[in-house]
């Protein structure tokens, strides 16, 4: 019997292979159990060398863009698109656990492209960014 948290990452997953699965992805569940924190299940979306990998818990939580040897946060790759800090629709807010997902479907519509079909070269290029520019060391004007 699946667990709860399994079974709503499969329902969030059918919501995101709408579109991942268009762009030649295939979805499968890596881990599922119960742990300290309760019960939560783990997913992957994936291409070649590219992968999607989500998280569940009590909601959507982590989300990773891999490629190859190399991986960034959802947060990293949406300011590395957008140029800006906090302006994507994941995570969100809302009381329904399936919302993450709509949110995250909406970014990767509007912000994925480079990651869902483009060179892997331009991908390449997009993560080496990330990495040495890192929010962290984003200054503040002056």
Known sequence: MDSKAEVILQKGAAILSELLLAHGFQFSVLTAGSGSGGEFATGEFIKGARSLEIHFRYSLGMVSYR????????????RSMMGRTNSSHYPGFSSDPLDGFRHLKLD????????????????????????????????LPD
Not at 67 to 78: K, T, V
Not at 111 to 124: A, N
Request: with cysteine.
């Open 67 to 78: 490629y190859a040897d190399r991986s960034i946060s959802h947060q990293d790759y949406m």
């Open 108 to 139: 990767l519509e509007e912000y994925g492209s480079e990651f869902l079909d483009g060179t892997d070269e331009c991908l390449r290029l997009r993560f080496d960014q990330v990495v040495i520019q890192p929010e962290n060391n984003l200054k």
